[in-house]
């Protein structure tokens, strides 16, 4: 998609998404400093972000030390940087009890919960995210996806977008999201769908499938019958449409106005714009 702004617009809001860093427990394993790279990255042309969202698979096992050294990383340009909001992953909780994870992660991100909601300069920001140990799977309680629903409706303006983010895709939907190829990923998907069938101004952000931001279908256009969603790579390192691992490390910039919104393809590796991974989504103009 084309995204045609004129030099003298300017965003009513900003913000970045990185995905599936798998920060381990050794200072220089390449993750860690893919990691950096994008923390660097959005610290020198982030001005005025109103946030990172994360959309999980913080850690590569949820080990206390891989925590550790996150947020060493972290800090190193935190006094640069905007809130980092973080979703849950699998590899965050899945690969051990599930108790012990979640409290790893809730303590050391500092998140309420799986699933929490922020609004940020007018703008609804929603999390979502697995209520059990799953391997590979999220589960959505059926709590849950009424408190979506919920805070779904709170929404005052139906051409206002709604910023969703769950680590695992819907099926056959986004880049790796075919049945065929196992990266799909929500054991509530049927419901989930249906949910997002009546609030098609939401737009979904996933990860989990490491897929690279050039394939044809990064995004999933909704043709207001759905959320659009978005598959947003990973910072860590990538996977292709020939099913193989690609070093990279890749994330969006967002934009926001008030007809439209920007999504914005970026290279952490070479600090570059990713050109096939230009999107543009647009809604009808609001009072902001």
């Known amino acids: 998609m084309s995204t045609n702004t004129s030099p003298e617009d300017k965003p009513v809001i900003t913000f970045q998404i990185i995905t599936d860093t798998h920060v381990t427990a050794e200072r220089d394993h390449e993750y860690n400093l893919n990691f950096e790279l994008a923390l660097r990255d959005i610290a020198a042309h982030g001005e005025g972000s109103s946030g990172i969202m994360h959309i999980g698979d913080v850690t590569d096992h949820g080990f206390p030390a891989e925590y550790e050294e996150m947020l060493r990383i972290l800090n190193q340009y935190k006094t640069d940087l905007p809130e980092i909001i973080f979703t849950l992953g699998n590899h965050d909780v899945g690969l051990g009890n599930w108790e012990s994870r979640l409290g790893m992660y809730t303590s050391q991100t500092g998140m309420s919960g799986s699933y929490h909601d922020h609004w940020i300069n007018g703008y609804h920001f929603i999390f979502l995210g697995t209520e059990q140990g799953l391997p590979l799977f999220c589960d959505l309680s059926s709590e849950q996806l009424d408190w979506l629903e ?110 439209k919104v920007l999504v914005r393809g970026r290279d952490f590796r070479t600090g570059t714009w990713i050109e096939a991974a230009q999107y543009e989504v647009a809604y009808t103009a609001v009072n902001v």
């Open 150 to 259: 919920h805070k779904l409706g709170e929404q005052s303006s139906p051409n206002q977008p709604v910023f969703l983010f769950l680590h695992q895709p819907l099926k056959d939907t986004v880049a790796g999201s075919l049945e065929s190829q196992d990266w799909y990923g929500v054991t509530q998907d049927k419901e989930l769908k249906e949910i997002l069938s009546r609030y098609p101004q939401t737009l979904l952000f996933t990860g989990h499938t490491h897929w690279e931001l050039e394939v044809e279908n990064t995004m999933f256009p909704g043709h207001g019958e759905i959320a659009t969603m978005f598959n947003a790579a990973s910072v860590a390192y990538l996977w292709t449409n020939e099913d193989k691992h690609k070093t990279g490390s890749q994330g969006f910039y967002v934009e926001v106005y008030s007809d």
